[in-house]
């Protein structure tokens, strides 16, 4: 186990990096710029080493990581909000529209674009916690919200992100990481033939092509939708299928049936490396998505990223659930700490 740093100055302030090792001689690193997960390196075997997340090489990138969020930390409020508002205590609060005429992961000045502080750690340590200070107001939310996200690389190959929130007001606390995965390695092209598993019966569909969920919870049973038993991620991407079009393929929050940290929620396999995931939350819902709005993105090693060339499992609260009564509420009360927690294991 072991932590090794780097830093270097910018424009926009010290950008930091943390090395997190385990005993196989897997690592990830994590940047100071929105918390956000670099590299997701899985010793393969000897001299085989992949690299499973999809990211940038030049920490610029990060300042502008707007549109795909790669491997970011996502809030406060992750995922869409309808009509960029909802309501509070009786109080009505209005959001800045960042997709179409709905609010996306929060808004302009997202937390995946700020400087983290990090708290201080011992180079033997296998975690790294870095806090944000969210001020009352800060992109319309309501509450000074202290956050901390802790990533921790274990030697049972478990990457473990806890999020930490506590505010002096009532206010949304639904933290996400946004990082895409191709379980054959950042540049090895497209996901559709890695095998997933999701235990999920139900997932929440949409109303048209602007991704707000409607407030009904769906069975997946005889539909795409269904990865209760393992399928590859593409065998029915290009049904006619009216959910699969508006997305233009899987986005979609799934209700996941049993949030644990004992059976996972997700079970996916590179279809090339054989390298397996898993992924554990106590959250009620995961957005799958398939990287369907990628299009010819720079990333790192001089790769170009496409279309379908990662997925993300996207831990959440459901979409829009402060405006659904029906959704569980993403609240947290006024002083009291809330904690949520996902883990991805890996295995070979
Ligand atoms: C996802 C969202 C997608 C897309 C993506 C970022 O969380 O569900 O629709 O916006 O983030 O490109």
Redesign the pocket.
């Known amino acids: 186990m072991s932590i090794t740093f780097s830093s270097f100055s910018s424009n926009h302030g010290e950008i930091k990096c943390f090395t997190i090792q385990n005993k196989f001689g897997d690592s990830i690193t994590i940047t100071n710029v929105g918390a956000t997960i670099t590299h997701f390196k899985i010793q393969k075997s000897k001299n085989e080493l992949i690299d499973i997340v999809l990211g940038f090489d030049r920490a610029d990138n990060y300042f502008q990581n707007t ?3 790669f491997g970011a930390t ?1 809030g406060r409020s ?3 909000l309808n009509n960029a508002s909802f309501s509070l205590n009786n109080q009505f609060f209005q959001l800045n529209r960042n ?1 179409g005429e709905n609010n ?2 929060s808004g302009p000045n997202g937390y995946q674009i700020r400087l983290w502080k990090n708290l201080p750690y011992d180079t033997d340590q296998n975690t790294i916690t870095l806090n944000l200070y969210s001020p009352d107001g800060d992109q319309g939310y309501p509450g000074n919200l202290n956050i901390s996200v802790t990533f921790e690389l274990t030697d049972n190959r478990e990457l473990i992100i806890t999020y930490k929130g506590k505010s002096d007001k009532d206010t949304v606390f639904n933290l ?1 990481n ?1 990082s895409y995965f191709n379980l054959n390695g950042h540049d090895s092209g497209t996901i559709e033939n890695h095998e997933l598993q999701l235990f999920a019966e139900n997932f929440t569909p949409i109303i048209d092509s602007h ?1 707000i969920p409607s407030g009904e919870i769906r069975p997946v049973k005889n539909t795409p939708f269904d990865f209760n038993f393992p399928k590859t991620i593409g065998q029915d991407i290009k049904i006619t299928n009216s959910q699969l079009l508006y ?1 233009n393929g899987y ?3 799934f209700v996941i049936s049993n949030p644990s940290f004992e059976t996972p929620f997700a079970i996916v396999k590179g279809d090339k490396s054989g390298i397996q995931l898993e992924a554990f939350t106590n959250l009620p819902g995961v ?1 799958f ?1 398939t ?4 299009i010819n993105q720079h990333g790192k090693e001089n790769s170009i990223y496409d279309q379908r060339t990662g997925f ?1 499992l ?1 831990t959440q609260y459901f ?1 829009n659930a402060l405006n659904l009564e029906n959704f569980e509420s993403p609240l947290i009360k006024a002083n009291e700490e809330c904690i949520t927690k996902t883990i991805f294991r890996i295995s070979i």
Do not use: M, W
Request: glycine share 4%; proline share 4%; net charge negative.
């Open positions: 549109d795909t969020y996502v992750a995922n869409r997709d996306l992961h996400t946004h991704s997305a986005d979609h929050n957005q998505y990287g369907n709005f990628i993300c996207e979409p």
